[in-house]
Each structure stands twice: as C-alpha cells, then as structure tokens.
C-alpha cells in the first residue's frame, strides 16, 4: 500500500512541474514521463527496501530447517543461521520479542552457543524492562555455556532474575548449585525445597527431591 501512495505522489509532483494545464489527465508527453518515472522511482525505493526483508525472510527458513533437522545434519544450514544471528542481533529496530524467539528456539534445539548470544543482546538491549523469567533462561543458556561453571557475571544475572521474579524454579534451582559450590548446603536445600513448589513437572520434582536427599546426607558426612 506504501508503494502506491509513494508512486501516485512522485507522479503528481512530478507532472505538476512539466505540464502547467489544469487537465492533469490529459494524456501527453509529460503525463507519460511521470508516469514511467513514477514507476520507476517506486520500483528502485522498492527493491532497496525490501531487499534486506527478502534476505531476512530466506534465513529465517533456514532456521526453521535447521531447528527440525537432526544435529548431525546441521551443517549445510547452520551458516546461514549463524549469519542471521548477527544480522538480528546488530539489527537496530529489531523487537526484543523477535529475539527471545529466535533465543527460545536455539535454546530448544541445544544450541546453546548461538542462544547464548541471541539472550546476550536481549539482556544488555533491554535489561532494565526484560522480564525475571527471560534473565531466568539466560543465566540457564550462560550456566551450560561456561561448561557448567558460576562467574561473578552468571551469579550477578542469576541474583538479578531472582530480583524480579523471586519463584522462578529454574533460577532457584541453579541459584541452589551455586550455594552447593559454595558449601552453603542449607541454603541449597532451602532453594531447592522452595523450587520443587513452582515446578509443573513430576519427574523434575522427584529428581529434585533426590538431590536434596543427596546433599542431606552430604551435610551428615
């Protein structure tokens, strides 16, 4: 629709300039100038604008074949991905959501370097508003790629999504390991205790409910 309001305008204009008649529709020489430059001029600002959306649009089908793609597989794809990483991430207008998607699906995918980077930009972009459970999955996504290693950066994001959204399972959870390596075990089983009451699964529950029995008898030795 832009398109049309931009070429009826440039004709107009530029019809107005080479024909002083009233009749605007009469049809002669500058009537079809303006209407070939018209064209024309809508033409290129077209293809210059749309040309990094055209882009933009390819890769993104690239990641949708990537993501569903076995990991063994990747390979043929993963360069275009890695390229639309950079290109979202250094996008200036870009909306948060679009990343945290792009994020989420990395991250569902177990490609955690890439995810790492794309929640990197989101947190630095847009901290201060990024909700607790977003910092909550970004200090998950950062504990996985630091090979499963607290940082003062780590525990700082970590403290920060606790900050905000004080019940986030995952976030008391790691919170709880950081407090193990520290040998702050009632603190851990405290953290933990409290995390098994927000989390929706079963399984991850009993799991956690394990853990504690482990550490409990770690706390005994």
Known sequence: MIYLLILIVIFFLIY???????????LNIPFIFSIFTAVLVS????????????????KKQSLDKFIISDPSQREDTKQDVEYLVELLTQKQDVEAGELYILAKKLKNANELRLSAKVFKEIYYRYGTDLDGNVIAEYAQVLFATNGNKFDDILESILDESLKKVPNNPSALTLKGLSELEKNNINNTIELWNKAIVFLNSE?????????IEVVKKRKKQ
Do not use: P
């Open 16 to 26: 107005y300039v080479l024909n002083d008649k009233k009749d605007y529709f009469q």
């Open 203 to 211: 399984k991850e529950k009993n799991d956690l409910k394990v853990l």
């Open 43 to 58: 033409f290129i600002f077209q293809f210059y604008l749309s040309k990094g959306s055209f882009e933009l649009a390819q």
